[in-house]
């Protein structure tokens, strides 16, 4: 990142309206790709565009995220708009803009890793070739279908309306806009492609990595897209699309690998992974976790904490106290705030592993069997037993019945995924006129897909996307 900082600028404005920026130095790209290790310091550089307050940190998590999915009763007043789905106020227009440039920058990068990696593939040892260009690849379709699924339509609203562009070159030239089935069909080309190359990831192979290992690099693949995270985000993005059948697949692949084993009551008592470390697909990495669930979940109160009421905490578990995240993952507030519940599960591990500390999951083996059982439902075969085990693993009795299955997996979104940023997204793709704590119908307001930034609308030309 001290190499290279790409200004997305260029890729947001027209040929009349670009800025005045430095050009890309042929001569740092070539001192960072002249080796294996700057390869591996630009891919590291994406994840750390991506861990930032304005993204996964705050904003398309707990912050905007949870506040339009009514996750909270109580959020800083900046969110104001937010609460009655206005989108032109000035926080909200910040807000959106940083998603997008924000977003559109961290393709930029993965796209110069791209451009040159095929052909400085001899410097590369062991499978660090495959595995680098799987997660660049992984990563555009990641982020290119987090921006359609801020910026775009359903599928089930319409295949064709436009929605966002899908860029996949590193260039000064403007992207064209494509349509919400034009983009999805550009990410399962990404994921077909990503997955093919980390087939050599080590966490499919079973290769046993160590610090005498190349130092160690492919230790840790949960901090990485790698092979099984792709895989679950490719069930994410062909649930999304209705292809049920594939969707299963690929959830059934990442289930069945039985890499990723459920939390345990006694690691929750212990305080040992409040993160659920070992359920990531992939998770990502922020050295300072601890402080931030002290800024904005701190059980004192203050202008900047996000709460909930411990009325709506017992409403959001169907009044089943002994599920572990009811007993383990909120706190009690303190004096006047007694009647709050702040979440805990970026708390500070207690395990002396780094393994269980600083991690923020974005993709988890509960959103799997999700997958599978909405996948088995639509195609009329027994999801029970799908939806189940995700139940059983939070110490929740299992269903013999389901009346409702949409109430009931939104039930399980809302007690799983709060302050993650699923659940917005969740309730966009179920297009749900009605839900918690709001009298306001999201569809109508069309609260389900942001505003494209004004400097895009204006410069670039863009096309109405609501």
């Known amino acids: 990142m001290k190499y290279k900082i790409i200004i997305a600028a260029l890729l947001l404005a027209s040929c009349s309206e670009w800025l005045d920026v430095e050009p890309r130095s042929q001569v740092k790209d070539e001192e960072l790709f002249s080796s294996e290790a700057g390869f591996k310091e630009a891919l590291a550089g994406v994840y750390a565009l991506l861990a930032t307050d304005a993204l996964y940190v705050k904003e398309l998590r707990f912050g905007m995220l949870g506040v339009l999915a009514r996750e909270w009763d109580y959020q800083n007043t900046s969110y104001a708009d937010e609460t009655t789905y206005n989108y032109e106020g000035a926080n909200p227009t910040n807000r959106i803009e940083g998603i997008w440039t924000g977003l559109y920058n961290a393709i930029a990068n993965a796209n110069v890793i791209l451009e040159v990696i095929d052909e400085k593939k001899h410097l590369f040892s062991g499978a660090n070739y ?3 260009k799987g997660e660049a690849l992984a990563l555009r379709a990641f982020i290119h279908f987090d921006l359609l699924r801020c910026f775009g339509a359903t599928p089930g609203e319409g295949p064709d309306r436009p929605a966002i562009p899908y860029v996949a070159r590193y260039t000064s030239l403007q992207s064209p806009q494509l349509t919400v089935a034009g983009v999805i069909e550009k990410v399962l080309a990404d994921l077909d492609s990503a997955t093919f190359y980390l087939q050599a990831d080590p966490i499919r192979t079973g290769e046993k990595i160590t610090e005498t290992v190349d130092n160690g690099y492919l230790i840790n693949r949960q901090l ?5 995270a792709a895989r679950g985000l490719q069930a994410r993005v062909l649930l999304y699309n209705k292809d049920y059948a594939r969707a299963a697949e690929s959830a059934r692949e990442v289930i069945n690998s039985g890499r990723f084993p459920w939390t345990t009551q006694q690691r929750l008592i212990n305080g040992a992974d409040y993160t659920g470390a070992a359920e990531q697909l992939w998770g990502i990495d922020v050295n300072n976790l601890s402080a931030i669930s002290e800024a904005y979940f ?3 109160g ?3 904490v996000f709460s909930i009421t411990s009325a709506s905490l017992m409403s959001y578990h169907e009044n089943i106290t002994d ?4 007993l383990y993952l909120y706190n009690v507030g ?3 705030n007694s009647n709050s519940r702040y979440i805990a599960k970026y708390n500070a591990s207690s395990s002396d592993s780094l393994y269980y500390s600083n991690k923020m999951a974005m993709i988890k083996i509960a959103e799997m069997h999700f997958i599978l059982a909405e996948a088995l439902q639509r195609d009329r075969q027994d999801f029970l037993p799908a939806l189940n085990a995700a139940r059983e693993a939070r110490g929740v009795a299992p269903l013999t019945a389901v009346a409702d299955f949409d109430a009931a997996l939104a039930s399980e979104f809302r007690k799983e995924f ?3 940023g699923q659940l917005f997204f969740h309730y966009k793709r179920k297009q749900m006129e009605n839900i918690p704590n709001t009298d306001l119908n999201p569809v109508e307001l069309k609260a389900y897909v942001f505003p494209l930034p004004k400097s895009e609308r204006e410069a670039a030309n863009r096309q109405d996307n609501r």
């Open 298 to 300: 701190q059980t004192t």
């Open 224 to 228: 990485h897209l790698n092979y099984y």
């Open 302 to 304: 203050g202008n900047n």
């Open 130 to 132: 495959p595995v680098i």
């Open 323 to 326: 599920d572990y995240r009811y």
């Open 418 to 420: 709060i302050g993650e």
């Open 334 to 336: 303190e004096g006047a």
